[in-house]
């Protein structure tokens, strides 16, 4: 089952997203899953559709509000116009909050901008329990990720333009120093490459990083 809810965020405002539930129901573990800059958008629907199909609640909140495109420009500016601290404290810890209330455990997984947004989570919201990161770094500034708390996943692109290997290493480096209990792997493939809808698709690296995600997420949420 899949459909539109709207969920409370912790100052009681509210927000919609996409939520789907497997085929074992409301008390399943979950996941909210971080959309990339397009917005709500039916790709990565399709990523929570595959989680509920691997046994997962999924939820993706509408960090955009209803905005969805397929033009760079229009994407970066609605990026840009986005409240960071806000959408990973409110939105994303609001989602979390709200499959928490029936799912033992919970995990953020994020694509892109929605990569940068999972490590914030995993920074701020305190009841997630695992987040896995595909191809996006915070500015450093913008979180203390040595503090991090939960088993953390990064999957990142070895020809990533958008953010480069030494972003990536910075990251690792700052993980290691807070002895942060992680795993980061490195494809030989470009930013996106997890996104079938992209030119940069990269079939080969987005199994195995589909595959050792699901192998995480079922270590660390069943």
Known sequence: MSEMITFQRPDAQTCNGYYVEPASGSSAPGIVVIQEWWGLNNQ????????????????VPDLYRGEVTLEA?????????????????QNIRGAVQYLKADSPKVAVMGYCMGGALTVLAAVHVPEADVAVCWYGVPPEEAADTRTISIPFQGHFALQD??????????????????????????????HAFGNENNASYDPEATKQAWERSLTFLSQHLT
């Open 161 to 190: 333009s958008f953010f480069p290997p030494d972003q990536v290493d910075a990251l690792e480096a700052r993980l290691k120093e807070g002895g942060v209990n992680y795993e980061f792997y490195r494809y030989d493939a470009e």
């Open 44 to 59: 990565i629907k399709g990523v929570a559709d595959q989680l509920a199909k691997a046994g997962y609640r999924a939820l």
């Open 73 to 89: 420009a229009e994407a970066e500016h609605l990026m840009s116009d986005l409240d960071f601290g806000d959408a990973a404290t």
